[in-house]
């Protein structure tokens, strides 16, 4: 599945895709259930894409049930296009944990050691914004740059997991652009990471969650970034130094990975700052964001 967060008739809904078309849950779920000749308990299903992930694999199953009824070629009014409707970043999370120097040519470019470890900053839920978006530069902001990353999205409570099991708590899989202003980052004798990386709007996301049954195995997924139509990044999860299974079994001894809750799982090489000359963004750039299998993520700089 694909699942996203939109913005219709001035309500926001929790969604699926099909193709070029965009189906709102609780409708379809009613249609499918009334069609079975079923209790209409469509309303019970959450409308807030943290909560259907909270509600576990019932809720999800259930999700599955409206879109499989809405992928009917008679139920095309439950499809609305793609195009009539605003997507919005597909949720809130509770917390984002993002990592830093986790490809091996991108740790190259920065410079210094291999991280033994996984390097762990944070970005609030108010650097969220979703697909489409204008992201405003602050004008203290001094050498803004892109990141493109693949975002794991927890689906079941981690603690204390083995790397064995982690994929088990993943819900699905986003693209994200971890934003950072590189002079907050490097130009301050005391580095501020989270600062830097957790301005208001420093963190698109979207345009859905794929599903893992939609995405496969996180192994073998390529990520490109283009600037302006310029391709700028290009890489692979291959390269991960930490893979994502890694990376939340190292989380989940720390804290308590919740549903909702994304991991930034890092960025390949090709960022602004370590260009000769860096390059860094301006207002009226244009980003395109791509992860393999699980989608597209466009927006630009205000």
């Not at 019970?44 to 909270?54: N, Q, S, V, W, Y």
């Amino acid at each position: 599945m694909r699942l996203v967060t939109f913005r219709a008739e001035g309500a926001e809904q929790v969604g699926g895709v099909i193709g070029d078309a965009v189906v709102p849950l609780r409708p379809a779920l009613a249609a499918a259930q009334a069609a079975a000749g079923e209790p209409d308990t469509a309303a019970t299903l959450p409308a807030d894409m943290a909560a259907l992930l909270a509600a576990g694999e019932a809720a999800l199953v259930a999700a599955a049930r409206a879109l499989a009824f809405a992928a009917r070629p008679e139920s095309t009014a439950l499809r609305r296009p793609l195009a009539a409707v605003e997507l919005l970043a597909p949720l809130r999370p509770g917390k984002i944990l993002g990592v830093g120097r986790n490809y091996r040519d991108h740790a190259q470019e920065v410079g210094g050691p291999r991280p033994e470890a996984p390097r762990i900053f944070l970005k609030p839920a108010s650097s969220v914004c979703g697909p489409g978006s204008v992201v405003r530069l602050p004008p203290a902001v001094a050498k803004p740059d892109w990141e493109v990353e693949l975002g794991v999205v927890i689906g079941r409570p981690a603690w204390q997991v083995s790397e064995s099991h982690a994929l088990d708590h993943v819900a699905g899989y986003t693209v994200l652009n971890d934003l950072t202003d590189r002079a907050l980052q490097f130009d301050h004798p005391l580095p501020m990471t989270s600062f830097a990386k957790g301005l208001d709007g420093f963190c698109p996301m979207g345009p859905w969650i794929a599903t893992p049954e939609e995405v496969g195995e996180p192994w073998r997924l390529g990520l490109r970034c283009w600037l302006n139509g310029e391709m700028v990044q290009e890489g692979n999860t291959q390269e991960m130094i930490h893979s994502v299974a890694a990376l939340i079994a190292h989380l989940s001894r720390y804290l308590v990975l919740q549903p909702g809750d994304v991991i930034a799982t890092g960025t390949p090489a090709g960022v602004g700052h370590f260009r000769k000359p860096p390059r860094y963004l301006k207002p009226g750039d244009r980003l395109r964001l791509e992860v393999e299998r699980v989608g597209v993520l466009e927006h630009s700089i205000g």
